[in-house]
Nanobody
Framework: QVQLVESGGGLVQAGGSLRLSCAAS????????MGWFRQAPGKERAFVAV????????YYADSVKGRFAISRNNAKNTVYLQMNSLKPEDTAIYYC?????????????????WGQGTQVTVSS
């Protein structure tokens, strides 16, 4: 497992932008695909985006496609989520997660490392 710490959450007006960061430490970042999930009050944790170890493959939930972008800097052991055109329905706690493997996954159960979460609130 790797230890993950998210940052960058906050309060923003609808239409605004935020950039989340996730710093990894502990075992090697190598060979880990990285993802972002979110959980709104009363709802289950939901997939947002994932990026492969190389960064060559990315996938997004339909609800954020075209607005969010996931990226990573392996030299800095950091993964990012750029969120643009934010909507009130994007309000949730956002979790960074890592999963061992050279591919990708959108399933919660394939990720073995999780951050503590960062709150994103979008006001209308």
């Amino acid at each position: 497992q790797v230890q993950l710490v998210e940052s960058g959450g906050g309060l923003v007006q609808a239409g605004g932008s935020l950039r989340l960061s996730c710093a990894a430490s502990g075992r090697t970042f190598s060979g880990y695909f990285m993802g972002w999930f979110r959980q709104a009050p009363g709802k289950e944790r939901a997939f947002v985006a994932v990026i492969s170890w190389s960064g060559g493959r990315t996938y997004y939930a339909d609800s954020v496609k075209g607005r969010f972008a996931i990226s990573r800097n392996n030299a800095k052991n950091t993964v990012y989520l750029q969120m643009n055109s934010l909507k009130p329905e994007d309000t949730a706690i956002y979790y960074c997660a890592g999963g061992p493997g050279w591919g990708t996954s959108q399933s919660v159960t394939d990720f073995d490392s999780w951050g503590q979460g960062t709150q994103v609130t979008v006001s209308s």
